[in-house]
């Protein structure tokens, strides 16, 4: 069901591989609130996942682009305005690898340039972004740029490996930039924690489908489904939260406050 929370507005969405990624599904939500967008991945994702199907299905371009790379941002963000006809209303960075966690290293035992390597794809490329938008002014005024995190930035799971200190500094770099680009220009810029997701980045974790079942224990609410996740994006992209900035907006099912749940024990 469609409220038109996006007509008008442009934007551009990283990270869809397939339809499980919930950037897949932002994307949708997206043009269905009557929004126009640009997809963009690495390339590399792009020759294993299924974007071009979702670019046909939406009629939306896709820009092939590094997040790790300045030149190829610049190109992305210029080609994106030139295609949608004017500056940006907001963007989605959905990007997250670890070589450490691909490769089985336990965190104990990483190998530092695949740390190094997992900390500019995951949380640097989040600063890339922002700071070739806010060059090119690639921004209305009162635009909204969102990252999704997970609560292991704040708090340990040992399978995570050094992702968990990629989202801490993902989410440092929404609260440090969002002053800057609030402002500047009235853009926000908030992160959302999401509930673990079966998406096919995130089952590949070793003991998922354990842990996703515990969280939904956990959750009073359950999991935040992949959908429900597009939905909320969508709240942050419109005008409906034009005064939120600089946040960690939890969307977990209240998994986040909960000390016990008696389901868990049984």
């Known amino acids: 069901m469609s409220n038109n929370l996006l007509k008008g507005k442009r934007g551009v969405i990283f990270g ?43 009629n939306a371009e896709i820009i092939p682009a590094d997040a790790t790379s300045m030149e190829d941002l610049e190109n992305l963000f210029s080609k994106s305005m030139e295609v949608l006809g004017g500056p940006l209303d907001f963007v ?26 997992t900390f500019d794809i995951s949380a640097i490329s989040f600063h890339r972004v922002m700071q070739t938008l806010m060059k090119l002014d690639a ?6 740029i969102t990252a999704l995190t997970y609560i292991a930035a704040q708090r340990t799971f040992p399978d995570y490996n050094e992702m968990a200190e990629s989202k801490a500094l993902l989410e440092s770099f929404a609260r440090s930039f969002g002053y800057h680009y609030g402002e500047k220009k009235k853009v926000r810029v908030n992160t959302i924690s999401q509930s673990p997701t079966m998406t096919t980045a995130g089952s590949g974790i070793k003991g998922f489908q354990e842990f996703f079942d515990y969280a939904h224990n956990m959750s009073p609410l359950g999991n935040a489904t992949a959908d429900d996740c597009a939905n909320y994006c969508v709240l942050t992209f419109s005008d409906l939260s034009r005064m939120v900035t600089m946040q960690n907006l939890y969307h ?15």
């Not at 929004?35 to 670019?55: C, H, S, W, Y």
């Not at 336990?106 to 530092?112: A, L, P, Q, R, S």
């Not at 921004?139 to 909204?144: D, P, Q, T, Y």
């Open 16 to 58: 869809a591989l397939d339809d499980q990624s919930i950037a897949w599904k932002v994307a949708e939500r997206c043009v269905e609130e009557g929004a126009d967008i640009v997809l963009t991945n690495a390339p590399v994702a792009m020759r294993f996942g299924k974007i071009q199907e979702l670019g046909k299905k939406l």
């Open 92 to 117: 989605l960075h959905s990007i997250g690898m670890s070589l450490n966690v691909r490769k089985k290293r336990e965190y104990t035992d990483v190998n530092y340039d695949w740390m190094h390597k």
């Open 139 to 144: 921004m209305n005024e009162w635009g909204s």
């Open 252 to 266: 977990d099912g209240g998994f986040s406050n909960m000390g016990m749940n008696p389901k868990v024990l049984e």
